[in-house]
């Protein structure tokens, strides 16, 4: 397959398998891509989390002409007991539980195709000397097997880690570092390209009237503190966002920031947004801060599930929340 399907609209975007890129850096990137997906080797995604690096991984899987199956394996998300058989299989009886008649691996059900390995950085070391047999040699070896396999499949991993640091700390071969890093693929983060915020708020709105047949509109507000939001969760959270505004406010309600806060998140928590904690009468400067301290936690309580990762959004120490929860008599209903 050569070239990309180009969409445009009134806002002038981009798009290719969900890729809005308006951006002259994230046209760059779709350019590239579509480039490499021509040159069958090994592609390295790099990029935060939400950045869109699986969309690109279709988008180059969809460009390469290969005609098998993309497969997509979480690296960090499966039991490293359960990783090896995943990833290579296994012949019957190979272990106890294991079914008789084997199981192909996801390489193996990648044969021709594309298998993306995202989270890479996560692989424990004893599988990683495998993978690099599969990056030589094209060959695999299930558990309880003695014999090879021939295969052939691309492979592109992503990461949201600096995978040299952990080569430095090692936690990652050298070896495989240097074989996976053949095409590195950096993603840019949202908030250093502020200018496919706007195509991309009417591409999800555009997919969100579709889906749920609701119209909805922002204020004029709304669109700034979108221009003006770091987006930590890059493309995925500016994508929930929008969905989830659209399903819970009132059908035809014109969405406010008041809308946007009381029903998503808080973005006052963004340093650059600078007026949006208003005060409207005198009070002490102690009360003040406990009052936006005690709103700041109450909504991130709302948002994460674990005391942990409202200590990473509000950029403080876990023991901190802790103490302040405590301090501040917050619910933690």
Known sequence: MTGFAVVKDRTGIRIDNDIVAKSAEM????????????????????????????????????????????????????????????????????FTGARKEGNAGKFEQAHQGTILLDEIG????????????????????????????????????????????????????????YRLNVIPLKIPPLRERREDIMPLIYFYKKKCEQKYQLKRDCSSEVVRIFMSYDWPGNVRELKNVIE??????????????????????????????????????????????????????????NRFRTLKQVALALKVDESTISRKIKKLNISLR
């Open 27 to 94: 046209r760059e990137l779709v350019r590239t891509a579509v480039q490499v997906a021509k040159v069958d080797c090994t592609v390295l995604l790099l990029g935060e989390s939400g950045t869109g690096k699986e969309v690109l991984a279709k988008l180059i899987h969809d460009h390469s002409g290969r005609c098998g199956p993309m497969i997509k394996v979480n690296c960090g998300a499966i039991p490293e007991s359960l990783l090896e058989s995943e990833l290579f299989g296994y012949e019957g009886g190979a």
């Open 122 to 177: 996560d692989i424990p070391l004893h599988l990683q000397v495998k993978l690099l047999r599969v990056l030589q040699e094209g060959e695999i070896t299930p558990i309880g097997s003695n014999k090879s396999k021939k295969i052939d499949t691309r492979v592109i991993a992503a990461t949201n880690r600096d995978l040299y640091k952990l080569v430095v700390e090692g936690s990652f071969r050298e070896d495989l570092y």
């Open 244 to 301: 989830r505004i659209y399903v819970i406010s009132d059908p035809h309600e014109m969405i406010t920031p008041e809308i946007l806060i009381r029903d998503y998140l808080n973005m006052n928590r963004q340093k650059h947004l600078k007026g949006a904690v208003t005060v409207h009468s005198l009070t002490s400067l102690d009360e003040a801060v406990e009052e936006v301290e005690r709103q700041l936690i109450t909504m991130a309580l």
